[in-house]
């Protein structure tokens, strides 16, 4: 591992990080492509269909290079990829990419990465961690085919294999996150706490998720509406925590078309879905204590009275990562 592997590749995951569990059904995935000791690009996989992580990166550095060429008004990924291939001029001969995960071997939205790279004959190529994903793996062993220099698992490995956990989850089953809205002393009632810009990104989480869960209570005295409209986004199906089944029809989350509403106190439905996200109280939390995989904590600098539910629950949880939208921070743990 050369001394700055590390750096790079943290430049990488926190570039990722701004898109975790955004890509879904695809994992986070962040890339650095560095030329003579100078970093050309940071990008990352922003939209499950859209460019992956080195794409965006290599058509960032060669925008640098050459920035008046056809390439900047290209979005569509198999037509940048030919771009790449026919006008490279070498340009990439002395680059090392850093990517926190495999490049891709097959084709299907996106045109295969690892060929590309090897096709641009780029010099070095530091991979983080191997893609578990049969149908994606492979580039790795397209790369051991090529001249490229191969540095495989060895910079930041737990790092890298933290970003794609829910990859990893929703593969295996489900994955299932709370998420959490908070003053800076923890309190979490009296309203909308965080900004606008914090709130656009909740409704972009709203737009990927299969489901959201809430308690029953909450919706009786909140009276949410539980949509994506901030962004035009799709709505989530919605499960609904409680034993009675007996709501207020005016309430806005059930005058949503094109949704699915589940009320019931059987848990384990929740698994019928992939990727559950759950809001709601102190009981629900209490109740899915044991079943979550991360809890996403959105932090506005704020100190106020109120509920501070986390006061009165013990979970086991570690911070893996913190980030910001605007003022508002964005800490992330996972369960130990």
């Known amino acids: 591992m050369k001394i700055d592997d590390r750096f790079y590749m943290k430049l990488a ?13 695809n994992p986070a995935v962040g890339c650095v492509l560095v030329k003579n000791n100078v970093i050309l690009s ?17 058509k960032e550095a060669y925008l640098k290079k050459y920035p008046n060429s056809v ?22 001969v002395d680059c090392t990419v850093y990517l926190t995960l495999e490049p891709c071997s097959h084709i ?11 096709k641009l004959n780029v010099k070095r190529v530091v991979v983080g961690l191997e893609d578990i994903n049969t149908q994606a793996s492979g580039g790795i062993a397209i790369i051991k085919k090529s001249n490229i220099e191969l540095s495989i698992n060895s910079v930041l490995y737990k790092e ?18 709370y998420k959490m809205a908070q003053t800076l002393n923890g309190v979490v009632s ?30 009786r ?34 005058k949503i078309d094109n949704r699915k509403i589940i009320i019931s106190d059987d848990l384990f439905k929740l698994l019928d879905y992939k990727f559950i996200m759950v809001e709601g109280s102190y009981r629900l939390l209490d109740l899915l204590k044991d079943k979550l995989d991360y809890l996403v904590l ?12 986390l006061n009165n629950i013990n979970i086991d949880f570690e911070i893996i990562h913190e980030n910001y939208i605007g003022k508002d921070k964005i800490v992330y743990l996972k369960k130990i």
């Not at 037509?79 to 001029?89: K, M, W």
């Not at 829910?166 to 295996?172: A, D, L, V």
Request: charged residues 20%; proline residues 5%; aromatic residues 12%.
């Open 13 to 25: 995951l926190d570039e990722a990080w701004k898109y975790q569990l955004l890509t879904y059904p």
């Open 42 to 58: 940071i990008e990352a996989h922003k939209k499950a269909g859209d460019s992956h992580a080195e794409l965006n990166a290599l």
């Open 71 to 92: 390439l900047k008004i290209l979005d569509d990924p198999f037509e940048i990829n030919a771009y790449l291939i026919s006008n490279h001029n070498d340009f990439f």
């Open 108 to 118: 299907g939205k996106t045109p295969s990465c690892a060929n590309l790279l090897v």
């Open 160 to 177: 890298c294999r933290d970003l794609i956990y829910p990859f990893i989850k929703w593969m295996q089953g489900s994955f299932i996150f």
């Open 190 to 219: 009296g309203g909308y706490i965080s900004s606008n810009q914090t709130l656009c990104y909740v409704h972009t989480l709203r737009d990927v998720i299969d489901c959201l869960a809430i308690g029953g209570n909450t919706v």
């Open 221 to 254: 005295i909140d009276k949410p509406t539980l949509d994506s409209r901030h962004i035009k986004g799709r709505n989530p199906d919605v499960f609904i925590y409680s034993r009675s089944k007996t709501f207020d029809s005016n309430i806005p989350l059930f």
């Open 298 to 309: 959105l932090i506005t600098p704020k100190i106020k009275n109120g509920i501070n539910i």
